[in-house]
Every structure is written in structure tokens, then in C-alpha cells.
């Protein structure tokens, strides 16, 4: 439980957390990147309203999120959201317990447009503003109608991070591996590109690799010590192996398959091996590429080994502002001063 003291006029503290004693309804702003979203959470775990409006088509044909435009549509929608939040939940501001925005890591301009906005509204309905690191809230998205308690194993796979992290508590987490280049995301991104494939290309090469052989074409896997990833030379081995069919009919699905079997392999051996010296027997996967089958089928298996094994639903596994309300009710490691600052990188 926190005990903030923001608010401009009420004097006396609010108590925020499963402690608390009382039912907490946080909105909460999401914009770190190309989705505008607005959530009102009750107690970390029931989502009363959740609206998201993507930016996809608008970066579509750039082939990336272009980072000035994503800042413009996110200035653009952030009123509306807000609106339809309250709506869809039936609430008024004055039924808000307090008012929660991703701080970073994430696109500055993007992050400014949702941070002040959630600013304003604690600031103006005199209630506690809480800063959330949007890696975090991805974690808790696990927390979203479920009974999950840690500790627990969690690998978080995002477009710009890969970790491993040992979740002791609810705010007291470690993180022992990580990528040392590319994240997974990003390495969805740049094998999709180089195979020809539009933007997002992830989801894409996911549904092309279960047309193909995984087995096709043995691509190197990095020996990396302890937990930490490496998957540039993994790109890079695939980078080669396209340009070997110059000039032949390129087999998508095959090499997608391939890749998607090296990536979720090396993913399944750390999480395994972080769970088997750990002695925990939970295990949660959370981000963007939460979503993807093979990685999800791998790391569902560990239930066959006795394992209990969770992942937020799909709406939740993307960027999406429920999951930073819910970081906002059970972390207490968050940014409570309303001078807190954006920032770019973890």
C-alpha cells in the first residue's frame, strides 16, 4: 500500500493498494508509442471501460511509427478516449480514487501527450497522481482477472525489450537476463522487412511460420551466458539466407518458420532453466510479442512439467492502459510526484 500526498488541496494522505481497506478505481493514460488509450481499473484487476485507438494504419505505409505523427494523433485522440472511458464506465471524475499515465520509457512527444493528461485531470479533481514505468505495467498486465500472486518467473518480450525478470513481490522485482542487442520485437520487425513483408510485420511472419517447416533451415542460436539473449547475428544469419535465393522463388514460410522456432526455443531454455534454479512455480510471459502462438504454445508446455503458467489476454499483451491502472494499484515503486519527467529508455 502507498500513501500519496499530491493532491492540492486534501491534506490528508490517500491510501492506494490492496491494503488500502477500500474499493480504488484508477484511470489511467496510456501513449507511449502509437496507441492512445484510456482505462479505469477497479482494484488492479477488474477493467470497468478500456478504450485504445491505434495509429496502425496511420504507420502502415512508412513502414515504422514515425514519431512526430504519433505524437500529433495521440494530441488528436487523448480527449475522446478520456471521454469514452467515463462513459463506458458510467463514472464521473469525482468517483476516481487516482489518476495514472505511463512516465517511459516510450516516445518522448508520444509520452508527454498522455503524462499531462493525467496530470491535469488529478490536478484539477484534486486527486493522486500516479507515474507508471510502462515495463512494468506490461507485467501486471498478468494481474487483469486473475488471482496471480507472485512470486513468479516473468519473461517480458516487447518490441524494445527482452528480459527475464525474478518477481519476488508486487514491487520488489529483479531483473537477472536481458537482450544485449536486439530485442525480440525488434528482431520480428527486421527479419519481417527483409523478407518482404508490410508493416507490423510481426503478427504477419507469426501466421506465415504455421504454413512452414520450422525445421527447414537450421539458423544459429547465440551462446550467451546466464539469462541474457542475443538475436542480431540471428538476423543477420537470416539476411544471408535470403539473399541465397537471389534470383529463386524466396520460401516465406519456411524461413519464417525457422526463425520464429530459433527465437521461441532460446526463449523456452532461459525461462526453463531461470525457473528450475529459482525454485518458483510460476511463470508469467507479458508485452507485445506475449502474443505470439509459438512463444505462448512453448511456455504453456511448462504446465505439462507442473508448472503454473499465465499470460494477459490478447487486448492486454499490446500496448493498452488497464495494464498501467493495475501497475498503478499494486507497484508501489511508481512516480508519485506530479514534477516527474518523461523519459526515452529504461
Known amino acids: 500500500m502507498k500513501m500519496i500526498k499530491n493532491t492540492l488541496f486534501t491534506k490528508t494522505p490517500v491510501s492506494i493498494g490492496p491494503q488500502s481497506g477500500y474499493d480504488n478505481y484508477i484511470m489511467a493514460i496510456e501513449s507511449s508509442c502509437d496507441e492512445t488509450a484510456c482505462s479505469i481499473v477497479k482494484n488492479g484487476r477488474e ?54 499515465g505511463t512516465v517511459g520509457p516510450g516516445l518522448v ?54 528480459q527475464i525478470i525474478d518477481v519476488k513481490s508486487y514491487s520488489e522485482q529483479e531483473i537477472i537476463g536481458e537482450t544485449i542487442d536486439d530485442a525480440v520485437g525488434e528482431a520480428y520487425d527486421k527479419v ?49 539466407l535470403v539473399k541465397s535465393f537471389e534470383g529463386k522463388e524466396l520460401p516465406v514460410n519456411d524461413i519464417c518458420a525457422s526463425f520464429q522456432e530459433c527465437v521461441s526455443s532460446t526463449l523456452f531454455k532461459k525461462v526453463k532453466k531461470a525457473l528450475e534454479q529459482s525454485g518458483y512455480k510460476q511463470v508469467v510471459i507479458a508485452g507485445g510479442v506475449a502474443a505470439n502462438s509459438e512463444i505462448r504454445r512453448k511456455i504453456f508446455s511448462l504446465e505439462n512439467e507442473g508448472y503454473s503458467v499465465n499470460a494477459p489476454a490478447m487486448k492486454y499483451c499490446t500496448d493498452n492502459a488497464a ?21 526515452s529508455r529504461a
Open 47 to 100: 477493467v470497468i471501460s478500456n478504450v485504445v485507438a491505434s495509429q496502425i494504419k496511420t504507420h502502415e505505409k512508412y513502414g515504422g511509427v514515425i514519431p512526430e505523427i504519433a505524437a500529433r494523433e495521440h494530441l488528436e485522440s487523448i480527449n475522446v478516449v478520456i471521454d469514452q472511458a467515463f462513459k463506458q464506465a458510467g463514472m464521473t471524475p469525482e468517483q476516481i480514487t487516482a489518476f495514472a
Open 109 to 162: 512527444g508520444c509520452l508527454l501527450v498522455g503524462l499531462n493528461a493525467a496530470k491535469t485531470l488529478a490536478l484539477v479533481h484534486d486527486k493522486p497522481f500516479i507515474g507508471v514505468n510502462h515495463l512494468n505495467a506490461h507485467l501486471c498486465a498478468n494481474y487483469i482477472d486473475t488471482d496471480l500472486k507472485p512470486p513468479y518467473i516473468a519473461l517480458l518480450v516487447s518490441g524494445g525489450h527482452t
Open 192 to 240: 519481417a522487412r527483409l523478407i518482404g513483408l508490410p508493416y507490423p510485420g510481426g503478427p504477419i511472419l507469426d501466421k506465415l511460420a504455421k504454413e512452414g517447416n520450422p525445421h527447414a533451415f537450421k539458423l544459429p542460436e547465440a551462446k550467451v551466458e546466464g539469462y541474457n539473449f542475443s538475436f542480431s547475428g540471428l538476423k543477420t544469419a537470416v539476411l544471408r
Open 323 to 343: 495494464m498501467v491502472a493495475s501497475c498503478a494499484y499494486f507497484n508501489t515503486n511508481t512516480f508519485d510526484d506530479v514534477d516527474v519527467e518523461v523519459f
